[in-house]
């Protein structure tokens, strides 16, 4: 049952000026709309209080500027103590090289938070205060579901800096992981949720550069609500600089991309946490981290190439891989790529890499002895990788890389040709897992390399693909999803997009794998959203009915997300046509709200460019106002907007009904009134 009442007693839309083609909806009481949150309110400005005001500035905080200085210290902090005059500490939760993070309450709101206490002699650097600073700005602007909210970076009276974060209740995917195996829809609701929360951080400027398992939340244990922890404050990204927090590696070894580790120019950005998600994703694939290494040798070793994937589901390999090339020239070039399917960047030849060595690096509790050598062994001869089943498990505590000097290691050098990485399976057709086993995949047999010599002559290429063939191509590609409406565009040069919808996460990548493959021609999905069933139907009943005169619907959020109690105000315009308009709430359980015409009332004519809202953001509504307040269902919903020449139905339908009932009713009624309805759709979020 949809949230989202209409209570008796309504009347007809009223003019609010005979110029303005304006009219507003009016309801005698308060309404319910499932919807969205998660959103931390963050304070504005302490209670008043005799001691000095703590600043919520994060550029420059300042504490007291009188009296005697007192040096820091986290003993101070038990439960109860209150931070800022407003958090009161309720529980320690970790305790880290950076400092301590607390579980706090706000004395006025009853909200809770997260605060992350600074060491005090960390603190006192200089260097690290500058880029403490510079990142916890930037990560207070950084707004999305999919990243834990940044309040302010605070300092108080006694000097000790905190940085007061959103908090996050759940289980960590790392946890979650040991626990289950995840299905290929979830896994690639994971790969989109992370991606979308860094792809609001890198247009920030701020790259995490320690994406694991570790660092993601999975609120109500579900990977559409995944959030990311832990943001790399105070981490410097200059190739071979030491990361300034405590001189730690930043990033654990078994999830560092080859930059991380001083390869191809060590330059840190967006692309490396591109890699490390790669490899999340396949660690929560096949329930365990990759093997990347356990010795300063063979996790170099194991960035030469593609890391053999043979043990992730045939269905995912093809949407990971991309993700994992050792060049970050390679890979999807951002986060927004990723998302779009972008296709990478076509493969780079292999670096000419200078004889300089990367930074060193040591393990705390190695697996195996660094040995006295000069160079990294030649490469392995490429052959079909065998599934790996031994056990990587990280090495709790030790598995932290340093960077730092090791006392007569010697220097690792890099071969400059990386060995190929294993054949990668591609999908074909859209297809459904509908378990979390693991399917068995069987290993291709890899034809030798042959030995050609120089004086050998290649084989001619083949004629050049004509435009018209590819386009037919693409479109057989397009062809084959249910609930999906799809077109291609194609330029003279064989670059082009498909835009339009498909149903499914699964369906969405299985798409952009296959038009990969569609022969000599670059083409990327780029216009393609997932609308989700009973949506797709929606649009699918509303395709021959879109145009460019259609009605429009505008939000009181730009961004069309919204939180539980939040208030939904729309303002719907007519089109450039007189007509008889409909609105109607749509929620991701199928069940419809009849927004207008109101309930037991007959639609009504309404001018050509007139703007209809319904209802209202005010505190303190009229007596007939209406108000759509935000609740449960929480997800994706879809408003459906109407102009027809002439009423839709014989009669006003029930206030709520499934879609299941009122699809086939709006199917038969547009077949009757003809060419002449036009009509749009808008999705919106909504969130805990």
């Given amino acids: 049952m949809s949230g989202l009442t209409n209570p008796p007693g309504n009347d007809l839309p009223a003019s609010k000026s ?5 009219a507003t909806i009016f309801a005698p009481q308060p309404a319910k709309l499932a919807a969205a949150g998660g959103e931390t309110v963050a304070p504005t400005s302490p209670p008043a209080a005799a001691d000095p005001a703590p600043s919520t500035d994060p550029a420059t905080p300042t504490g007291s500027t009188s009296g005697p200085k007192v040096v820091p210290s986290l003993a101070s902090i038990t439960t109860g103590a209150i931070l800022a005059h407003t958090y009161e500490i309720e529980a320690l939760l970790a305790r880290g090289g950076m400092g301590e993070v607390y579980r706090a309450r706000h004395t006025e709101l009853g909200s809770q938070h997260a605060i992350k206490v600074i060491l005090p002699q960390l603190a006192s650097e200089a260097r690290f205060i500058s880029l403490f ?40 995917l790392a946890h979650v992981m040991a626990t289950r195996r995840f299905s290929t829809t979830e896994i690639l609701q994971l790969r989109d949720r992370v ?73 840190v950005d967006g692309r490396s946490d591109i890699y490390s998600l790669g490899l999340v994703l396949a660690a929560a694939a096949i329930g365990r981290p990759l093997p990347m290494g356990n010795s300063p040798i063979s996790v170099i ?23 994992l090339e050792p ?93 190929a990485a294993p054949p990668i399976a591609r999908p074909v057709t859209p297809t459904a897992q509908t378990d979390a086993t693991q399917p068995q995949v069987q290993q291709q047999p890899q034809t030798p390399p042959s030995q050609t010599t120089p004086t050998q002559t290649a084989t001619a290429p083949g004629p050049a693909p004509q ?32 835009s339009g919808y498909v149903a499914s996460q699964l369906d969405l990548s299985s798409l952009r794998a296959n038009l990969v493959g569609v ?15 009973p949506f797709c139907t929606v649009a699918q009943l509303l395709d021959t009915n879109t145009t460019e005169d259609a009605p429009a619907v505008e939000f009181n959020r730009s961004t069309k997300i919204y939180h539980d109690g939040d208030k939904l105000v729309l303002n719907a315009r007519t089109g450039d046509r007189d007509g008889y308009l409909y609105v109607d709430y749509i929620d991701n359980t199928g069940s419809v709200v009849h927004m207008l015409p109101l309930p ?60 299941d009932q009122y699809g086939d009713a709006l199917d038969a009624a547009l077949r009757r009134t003809g060419p002449g309805v036009i009509s749009s759709y808008s999705l919106f979020e909504t969130h805990k």
């Fill in 327 to 419: 060049n970050p020239a390679d890979r999807p070039q951002s986060m927004r790529d990723l998302l779009a399917g972008v296709p990478a960047p076509a493969r780079s030849a292999p670096p000419q890499v200078k004889q300089e060595p990367p930074p060193d690096f040591d393990f705390l509790a190695p697996a195996e002895p660094a040995k006295h050598e000069t160079a990294l062994p030649p490469p392995r001869p490429v052959e079909a990788a065998p599934a790996k089943r031994r056990s990587m498990a990280p090495v709790a505590g030790a598995a932290v890389v340093a960077v730092a000097a090791i006392a007569g290691a010697g220097w690792y050098f890099l071969r400059p040709t990386p060995p």
């Fill in 301 to 323: 070793e194991a960035r030469r190439g593609v890391p053999d994937l043979s043990a992730v589901p045939e269905e995912l390999r093809a949407v990971i891989a991309p993700l």
């Fill in 18 to 22: 005979a110029d303005d083609n304006e």
């Fill in 600 to 659: 037991g009332k007959p639609a009504a004519l309404i001018k050509a460019g007139t703007r209809v809202t319904l209802g209202t953001a005010s505190p303190t509504p009229k007596p007939n106002e209406k108000i759509y307040e935000v609740s449960e269902p929480f997800g994706a919903n879809m408003i459906v907007t109407f102009v027809s020449p002439k009423p839709l139905f014989d009669k006003s339908r029930p206030e709520q009904e499934s879609f």
């Fill in 519 to 533: 022969r000599g021609a670059e083409i990327a999905a780029s216009g393609v959203q997932v609308l989700e069933r």
């Fill in 133 to 172: 600073q510079e990142e916890a700005r930037k990560l207070r602007r950084v707004r999305d579901d999919a990243v834990v909210g940044y309040e302010g970076l605070f300092l108080d009276e006694n000097g000790l800096r905190y940085l007061v974060m959103e908090f996050v209740d759940g289980p960590s």
């Fill in 467 to 498: 435009r018209e063939d590819v386009l037919a191509a693409a479109q057989q590609v397009t062809a084959g999803y249910q609930c999906a409406h799809l077109t291609v565009s194609l330029g003279d040069d064989l670059k082009g997009t498909v």
């Fill in 195 to 267: 991606a979308r929360g860094l792809a609001a951080a890198h247009e920030k400027g701020i790259y995490h550069r320690d994406i694991s398992p570790d660092n993601i939340i999975l609120v109500e244990d579900r990977t559409d609500q995944a959030k990311i922890i832990d943001f790399g404050i105070a981490k410097s990204t200059e190739p071979g600089d030491r990361t300034v927090v405590g001189q730690d590696f930043a990033g654990k070894y078994s999830w560092v991309s080859p930059e991380q580790l001083g390869l191809y120019g060590g330059t």
